[in-house]
């Protein structure tokens, strides 16, 4: 992009500001302001001056989950098909692992997190070994996608190269960033991080897949005759991922996506849960949980919402591009961003003063046909670590792999 297209696209949006300190830059700092405009989605700007436009939650009611019974009683034929699937190349994973370890007061990106006690157990280490389990039970390698962040990639791929992939087929691991998105003050107007540089944040994690698509690697995809990919999030040390049994269910049943989910440890858990919105696959918030939806029984007598995913999805892939030909909902994230001031002097807010803008999985879940909710034992599945000590830290997450024969 040349200076004068920045400047018509800039004016266009009413964005002409960011090139206040142009002048100043260095000719490589000007090159990467330019790109960055270039790159940016301008469109959705506007959108947070109308906040009351974006849609709300639908009717919700009820969708039942495959429980642990049912699963047990058809696992073998729901692993055969599975291990076949696998077998024949049409099974991928996706880690999104684009956030840092801060909460753990670490500056190195999350999956780089030390778990172990008396010896070396990172995170990342604990999610290829469960992979390397179904490598060696299917006897056949997985293309393995992982979804980094400007913050993280470098840190990222070099730490896993240095680790040799945790013994992980080097040619079978593809590396992608996450697309970032524009952050704004209140009247819709882009914050500058630096002189020569937009403030953003990545677009959510919604939106990994048109990351993985923009970054060229659905030829991959393509080439390699993938039809399913199990998305999962870094900070599961437990999870199973391209897990035979939930890959053989879900085809079986002929649903566009599976989802895993843990029965809720109590009603009011922090957790998001599987339900119908206007009849369609979705997933209701735990905060948008009133006291009808979280007291509502079903017909066994049993909490109608009581099951809580753990970002664990199987998606058929075809069904994937033809929902990145359309557009995900926008949603608009208060939060404190840190900028530069008229002056040019570095701003760190200490409450929140703009918007992020984000797409979010839920909404991928809730524009798909069907979805089959896969309940997994929450002791040998879920182990979270999202802070240091208390729920879901590196504390409880310890004691779980220890319970399940890990050695720390």
Request: with cysteine; charged share 25%.
């Amino acid at each position: 992009m040349t200076l004068e297209e920045a400047k018509k696209k800039l004016a266009q949006f009413g964005q002409e500001h960011v090139l206040k300190y142009y002048d100043e830059l260095s000719g490589d700092e000007r090159a990467a302001l330019l790109e960055q405009i270039d790159a940016a989605d301008m469109t959705i700007l506007d959108s947070c001056l109308h906040r009351e436009n974006l849609g709300g939650k639908g009717v919700i009611t009820p969708l039942a989950a495959m429980e642990i019974d049912e699963i047990e009683a058809n696992r073998e034929s729901f692993t055969k098909t599975g291990i076949e699937a696998i077998q024949a190349g049409k099974v991928g994973a996706v880690l999104l692992a684009g956030g840092m370890g801060t909460r753990l007061g670490s500056d190195n990106p999350k999956g780089m997190y030390n778990v172990g006690v008396t010896r070396e157990l990172y995170i990342f280490e604990c999610l290829i070994n469960n992979l390397m389990e179904v490598v060696r039970q299917a006897d056949t390698w997985l293309h393995l996608f992982v979804m980094t962040s400007d913050k993280n990639h470098d840190a990222t791929t070099e730490f896993l190269k240095e680790k040799n992939y945790f013994g992980y087929k080097a040619d079978y691991i593809h590396f992608f960033r996450q697309e970032m998105a524009a952050a704004v003050d209140y009247n819709g107007k882009i914050y500058l991080e630096d002189k020569g540089r937009l403030s953003t944040s990545p677009n959510g994690n919604g939106g990994w897949f048109i990351s993985m698509k923009n970054s060229g690697l659905l030829s991959v995809v393509h080439s390699a005759g993938i039809e399913w990919l199990n998305v999962f999030a870094v900070d599961n040390v437990l999870q199973r991922i391209a897990d035979p049994c939930f890959v053989g269910a879900t085809i079986q049943k002929g649903c566009a996506v599976g989802a895993k989910v843990v029965r809720k440890s109590a009603p009011d858990e922090k957790v998001g849960v599987m339900c119908l919105e206007d009849g369609r696959p979705s997933i209701v918030e735990y905060y948008e949980l009133n006291d009808e939806l979280m007291n509502a029984k079903d017909e066994k007598g049993e909490p109608a919402y009581n099951f809580g995913v753990i970002l664990n999805y199987l998606f058929r892939e075809d069904e994937l591009e033809r929902l990145v030909e359309g557009k995900l909902p926008l949603h608009i994230v208060e939060k404190k961003i840190p900028y530069i001031d008229e002056n040019g002097c570095r701003i760190k807010p200490e409450s929140p003063n703009g918007y992020k803008f984000e797409s979010l999985v839920l909404d991928m879940i809730h524009q798909m046909d069907s979805c089959l909710p896969f309940e997994v034992v929450r002791g040998k599945e879920f182990a979270p670590i999202k802070n240091s000590t208390g729920v879901d830290s590196v504390e409880s997450a310890r004691e779980l792999l220890r319970q399940n024969g890990v050695t720390l």
